[in-house]
Structure formats: C-alpha cells, structure tokens
C-alpha cells in the first residue's frame, strides 16, 4: 500500500533517528524509539532472536557502549505504511561490507516507535537505483 507522502515521511524520520542514535550511541534517544505498549523483538546479524522490551534494550545498551561500535549508514530506505504498521527495508552500509535491514514500527500515541529490527547479510546484488542508472 502506498502512502501519502505525510505518512510516509514521519514513517522515514523515525527510521533515520534510529540510526542517528546508533552513530550517536545514545540509548535514552534508542529507548525511547521502541514502542512501550507494543511487543518488540530484534535480531541482530548471527544472533538469536530477542523478545521483550527490557531485553532489546538491555542488547542496545551493550552494543551502543562498545568501544569498537560501527559507523552504519542507511541507505535506500523505502517505506511501506499499512495503516498503523509502517516498514521499512533498507541497506546498511557498514566500513565492513553491506547488510539488509528491515524496520517495522507501530503507532503509538501518534508516533512511530519501533517493534522489529532484523539486519542480516545481503547476499545478492542490489538492484540499481534510479541514480546510479543514469550514471552508468
């Protein structure tokens, strides 16, 4: 389902302030990005599954307060709002290689807070995007 362009971009905010917390490793901005009312679960590359709110955030907590944390960037984030479910898909660049990441929110008194984080390896080529087209 498209959305409209409000929803769409307050849907693209909130899945850039989560990487904003991760590059600033500020675990108050990521807790309060997680939904409190909403089941949540994470998984992150090779890992088991987390559920729960407290143990997602407990597992953000130790890798925000790493020393040796890595830079990601998000790239390609496409957005799909379904009512008041939004996803989005997007690479993470890393210095390391690529991965797939898939971001699924909730609305929560009238905000975007996330319920499911899943990154993994990408093991295929991307599609070319519409610039990088035109510049080949």
Known sequence: MSAPNGVAAALLAANEAFY??????????MAALW????????LHPGAAPIMGRDAVLASW????SASTRPAIQCLQPQALVFDEAGLVVCVEA???GRLMASNLFALERGAWRMVHHHSGPLNAPL?????EQRTS
Do not use: K, N, Q, Y
């Open 61 to 64: 907590r130790s890798i925000l």
């Open 35 to 42: 939904a409190a009312s909403h089941p949540v679960a994470c």
């Open 20 to 29: 904003d917390a991760f590059d600033s490793g500020d675990i108050d901005a």
């Open 94 to 96: 890393l210095a390391t």
């Open 127 to 131: 599609p070319a995007t519409p610039d």
